[in-house]
């Protein structure tokens, strides 16, 4: 069991060895000035190295105060806390400027390979509409829920809108859609025989007028 003694005894070695460190915290808050002054580090950065060391200094008080530790490890401890926090504070302006650098490359890549002009969805940063229909002659990229469609891979595709019958039935229209269809037959017969002869001819190319109407709907 620690007696008060043997406390007070281990913080009077801690303030000892601290003595010693007094050189190495005056070098590293030089070091946090020269980093002020310079363009690489904002005042912000530097504040955030300057609470990153507090706390890892901090914890190394209490490790060997209250948890045993070892003054050569907490010492370790600290000394490696600068090193994370400078190391990360210097790497951070590298990462941002390579993430903005490949965000731009990619984005330039792809619209080189997918052009959207000409009838695509994304044409030079705008929208093109077809809210009318219209052709997409070559490979286009389109969003869509849960991904991207491509259209116009395998040659030219048609965009036909659509809309709802009298029905109720989702469908495209056909040009001219409802508008009546007159069919005039002109007959010339020498006589009432020979027009009954031909009913027969008639019933026929009316059924085929009919079907192929229907199947072009």
Known sequence: MTTLSD????????????GQTTGLVAEFDNELSGLGRSLIFTGREVDGLSRNFSTGLRRAFDGVVFDGMRLQDALRGIA???VNSVYNTAMRPVQNAFGGALAQ?????MGSVMPF???????????MPFAKGGVVSQATAFPMRGGTGLMGEAG????????R?????????????GQPVNVTFN??????AG???????????????????????
């Open 156 to 163: 030219p595709e048609a965009i036909l809108p659509l809309s």
């Open 195 to 217: 027009f009954e002869r031909s009913q027969t001819q008639i019933a026929a190319q009316m059924s085929r007028l009919l079907a192929q109407g229907n199947r072009n709907r």
């Open 117 to 127: 002009a000409q009838g695509g969805a994304f044409g030079a940063g705008r929208v």
């Open 105 to 109: 490359g990619l984005a330039g890549v």
């Open 165 to 177: 019958g009298p029905d109720g039935s989702l469908g495209v229209r056909a040009g001219g859609g």
């Open 80 to 82: 490696q806390t600068m």
């Open 7 to 18: 406390l007070e005894a281990q913080i009077a070695t801690l303030e000892a060895r601290l």
């Open 187 to 192: 007959i010339s017969t020498p006589d009432v």
